[in-house]
């Protein structure tokens, strides 16, 4: 059976993707499924967390023994992160979180009819992991002891990996070179887990609880214990 080492911890995970409304009808989105999310919220159940998964329009079933917050926006996505963080001991953004959006949604379905279309502004969304990060740093609350997060990256994996999870200021981050049948809205995934001020960690190709189980295990081991 699984470790129970985050037996008395509780973990949040961000998992699938944002969507920014454009009209009632249309919105931004990307190509995140919520499998990883999804797998790392089962894994910590079966290693004995309380976990709060906030899901962005993932189309899974519930993962069993995880409480699920259901968002759609980058903006919701933030206040339940940081509404369930408040007791967290740990924090893995799964989420494919939507950099921009549109400064505005239209109240009416925008209609192709009247010349040419407008251009769509966009304004810059909430950075919620750096914001955790932050606020950690700064001593305010929500302070998870340990705070994860994931790029997806196209090329100079490792270089632009470190630089992120430097810029960020989070412990761990998985990065995972996207492209080539991997990530997205597949079972296997494969990365490398940076980790602040230590050796990176090579996760080769498996399925994707393989990954969740390889974070949960550093995760654990930068927790205070006892829990
Ligand atoms: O900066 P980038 O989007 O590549 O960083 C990815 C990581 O940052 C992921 O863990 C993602 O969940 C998180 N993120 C966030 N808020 C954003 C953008 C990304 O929390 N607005």
Redesign the pocket.
């Known amino acids: 059976g699984a470790p129970r080492d985050l037996a008395g911890r509780h973990v949040v995970v961000?998992a699938g993707g944002?969507r920014e409304a454009i009209d009632p009808v249309r919105f931004i989105g990307n190509r995140s499924s919520g499998l990883q999310g999804y797998a790392l919220a089962r894994t910590a159940v079966a290693r004995g967390a309380r976990v709060t998964v906030v899901a962005a329009n993932v189309a899974l079933p519930d993962p069993a023994g995880a409480a699920v917050v259901r968002v759609e926006s980058?903006e919701h996505?933030?206040a339940a992160?940081l509404d369930a963080a408040r007791d967290a001991d740990a924090v893995?953004?799964?989420?494919?979180?939507?950099?921009f959006r549109p400064v505005a949604a239209s109240d009416v379905k925008i209609k192709k009819t009247g010349g040419e279309p407008e251009p769509i502004r966009l304004a810059?969304?909430?950075?919620?992991?750096?914001?955790?990060c932050d606020r950690r740093r700064d001593g305010l609350k929500p302070s998870p002891e340990v705070i994860?997060?994931?790029?997806?990256?196209t090329h100079d994996v490792l270089a632009n990996g470190r630089a992120?999870l430097e810029?960020?200021g989070?412990d761990l981050?998985?990065v995972n070179q996207v492209g080539d049948g991997l990530a997205f809205g597949t079972p296997d995934n494969a990365a490398v887990i940076l980790v602040a001020g230590g050796d990176p960690v090579e996760v080769p190709r498996g399925p994707k609880e393989s990954l969740a189980d390889a974070l949960w295990t550093l995760v654990s081991a930068r927790l205070s214990h006892p829990a």
Do not use: H
């Not at 994860?148 to 990256?153: L, V």
């Open positions: 961000s944002t980058a996505m933030r992160v893995v953004m799964a989420a494919a979180v939507a950099d810059k969304n909430p950075d919620i992991l750096a914001e955790l994860a997060g994931f790029a997806a990256e992120k810029r960020k989070c981050l998985v």
